[in-house]
């Protein structure tokens, strides 16, 4: 995968950056993500409008085998695609007034056995898992060159800083 990692302490966990230079590199990146990914994973996504959540997403489910493709759930908050290695709970909570709205998703009644992606999650759904791995993506802005996103990603629990670990040289 042509990234440039970096690697920072934030924490006490080792946060790891990288820069994705087209949306197939965004979606190679989410296949190495898959390949991490245990039941009850938790993977909380935020950026703006157009950073790649949802393609990131949709590395994620072609890493774990998921033949059906996958769309953003913003008008339904929750889609659930059984046919990959580990099912996959794929969230949008944009539009959730706060955590309690979050809570009415019952997203817990699967969390055990599933993966689940929240994007837009951040303060939300962290109580869902221990251990989760928050992804935030940037882009340029109006004012910058190029479609280079980065993506640093922030492991919670010891879990995923050692999971991490083994993620890029």
Do not use: C
């Not at 966990?13 to 590199?25: D, G, K, L, Q, Y």
């Not at 309690?100 to 992606?117: G, N």
């Amino acid at each position: 995968m042509s990234v440039n990692p970096a690697r920072s302490v934030v924490g006490g966990a080792t946060a790891v950056a990288i820069e994705v230079p087209t949306a197939e590199r965004m979606r190679e990146l989410g296949g190495r993500l898959a390949v991490l990914l245990r039941p009850g994973d938790l993977i909380v996504l935020s950026g703006p409008l157009g950073a790649g959540k949802t393609v990131l997403a949709q590395g994620i489910a072609a890493g774990l085998g998921i033949g059906q493709t996958v769309t953003s759930p913003t008008f339904v908050l929750a889609r659930v695609y059984l046919d990959g290695r580990l099912p996959l709970v794929h969230v949008d909570a944009y539009r959730l007034g706060g955590v309690a709205e979050a809570d009415d998703l019952d997203l817990d009644a699967d969390a055990d056995s599933s993966v689940t992606i929240v994007e837009w999650g951040a303060g939300l759904v962290e109580g869902l898992a221990q251990d989760h791995l928050e992804v935030v993506l940037t882009r340029p802005t109006a004012d910058q060159a190029g479609e280079v996103r980065t993506v640093r990603l922030l492991p919670s629990g010891p879990s995923w800083t050692e999971r991490l670990r083994g993620l890029l040289p």
